[in-house]
């Protein structure tokens, strides 16, 4: 089980390929954010997007939220 973390603040245009995209973390990150939500215990980075995907439309955000392409690449859609 694992805690995940959302990235408060939204990636750069240039380093995207969604407008508002917002990246989930793992706890060792490298790319850490300085500022985010946390979520879990999970089980599984799929159970985790899927949690912070519905946070996100709960609050009413209009983020795209992605996996972090360093710590969370099986849900990274970037690399698609
Ligand atoms: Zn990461």
Redesign the pocket.
Known sequence: MEFYFLNSNEQPPESSTHKHEH????VD????PDESEKFGPYKTSQEALLAARIWTSMKGYDWFVD??????PEIDSDKQ
């Open positions: 990246e989930l973390h793992r990150c490298p790319f850490f996996g972090c392409a360093e710590c969370c």
